[in-house]
């Protein structure tokens, strides 16, 4: 996956911190759920089970077929957790 759509993704997530229309998250998870369910391959490709399990939670967290719902706050938790494992971790999922 190229570094640009890493930081996109993360850049998304912390922008869902704010408070935004419904429609604007609809758009996140199928981007994070994308991302994630790439890293979760690559790293498991890589055979580094650490990061398979956390990407693949993060994969499930952010499925857009089969949304989970959660308060607010639990988002917000979630975003910022998900942006900052991108970041940290983006040179496990870029080529």
Same mark, same amino acid.
């Given at each position: 996956m190229p570094?640009?759509?890493? @930081? /996109?993704?993360a850049?998304?997530?912390?922008?869902?911190? /704010?408070?935004?229309p419904a429609g604007f998250h609809n758009i996140l998870t199928v981007m994070a759920g994308g991302t994630f369910a790439w890293g979760t391959y690559v790293n498991s490709l890589k055979k580094?089970?650490?990061?398979?399990l956390v @990407?693949?939670?993060?994969?499930?967290l952010y499925n857009p077929v089969m949304e989970i719902e959660l308060n607010r706050q639990l988002w917000i938790f979630a975003d910022l957790a998900a942006g900052i494992l991108l970041l940290a971790t983006k040179d496990h999922i870029q080529q």
């Open positions: 570094v640009q759509l890493i @930081y /996109i993704t850049a998304l997530l912390f922008i869902d911190l /704010i408070p935004l580094i089970p650490l990061l398979v @990407y693949a939670l993060f994969t499930i």
